[in-house]
């Protein structure tokens, strides 16, 4: 009857990831039936880790992220947890024999964010490896469905694309991490002084990051290309209006893409992913 469990353990990532990022959701809807739980399982897990080190802040943050970690593993290794979350991705790390590796740098990460608020030049290269680049590449397993030759021509365009993501994301919340958190996750970068020659190094980092991806994008199997496409429209459409602000005012507001906008980058990837004009 783990059925059942394991059902409803897949339906609370589900929700997990439409409550968190309506993005996200989006592309993974227009993934093939057969992969959309399996993303949504690595989104919740991600995403819980995230929550522990970000927003738990009246709790002991060091125990709970070292009990998530423990909690993980040993629902790997027995196949199954009474934490939904974790349950439903033990199932496809156990599928998609994703490297334990992956999960390690990923959690190594999450306790960078407890440990340090500045990064050094190698400590930003380790953490943009732990908290995306093997996200992307946890991902790039269930997409290539075990075919490892096909793994291995992508790797690298999945750890750009997962590199691109998440410096979008500093950029976009580079000022709750700063003034709330604490964090600058640039490193020689004084955000106290943050200049628009600083940011336009940073997006010209991303950018190049953006044009290798899409060539992996292009290349990836028909069940995902899809919805990664949509995900990656979304970023880069977020990426172009952060490029055409300031540093001035990224530092003092949030930027953002409405509901509405994202509904019309949906039909504008459909039709130009339909047309093969990506």
């Known amino acids: 009857m783990k059925e059942i469990f394991d059902q409803l353990s897949a339906e609370c990532s589900k929700i ?11 592309g993974i809807y ?36 070292a009990k998530f970690r423990q909690d993980c593993y040993e629902a ?10 974790l349950n439903s991705f033990q199932c496809v790390v156990n599928e998609y024999a994703i490297d334990r590796e992956l999960i390690e740098l990923f959690l190594k990460s999450m306790a960078m964010d407890l440990d340090g608020n500045k990064y050094t030049p190698d400590q930003y290269d380790d953490y943009i490896l732990g908290s995306a680049e093997v996200v992307g590449l946890m991902c790039l397993h269930v997409f290539t469905e075990g075919n ?13 694309l997962g590199s691109a993501f998440q410096k979008v994301n500093f950029l ?9 958190l604490g964090r600058t996750y640039f490193p020689n970068v004084d955000l106290s002084v943050f200049s628009n020659h600083e940011k336009k190094l940073i997006e010209k980092e991303i950018e190049e990051e953006f044009k290798l991806a899409l060539i992996g994008i292009k290349q990836l199997p028909a069940s995902s290309r899809s919805g990664v496409y949509l995900a990656y429209i979304y970023y880069k459409e977020l990426f172009n209006k952060i490029k055409g602000a300031t540093a001035e005012k990224v530092m003092s507001e949030r930027i953002r893409i409405s509901n509405s906008h994202k ?9 130009r992913y339909k047309m093969n004009a990506i």
């Open 16 to 26: 997990t990831t439409k409550r968190y990022s309506t993005s996200f959701s989006l």
């Open 30 to 65: 227009f993934l093939g039936k057969k992969l959309r739980n399996p993303i949504y399982a690595i989104y919740g897990f991600v995403r819980l880790a995230d929550e522990i080190v970000d927003s738990f802040h009246d709790f002991d943050k060091p125990f709970l992220l």
């Open 76 to 85: 790997v290794e027995h196949k199954i947890s009474l934490n939904p979350i």
């Open 148 to 160: 490892k030759t096909q793994y291995e021509m992508l790797r690298d365009p999945a750890m750009k």
């Open 172 to 180: 976009r919340d580079i000022n709750a991490d700063y003034y709330n």
């Open 263 to 271: 509904f019309g980058l949906m039909c504008d990837s459909i039709i």
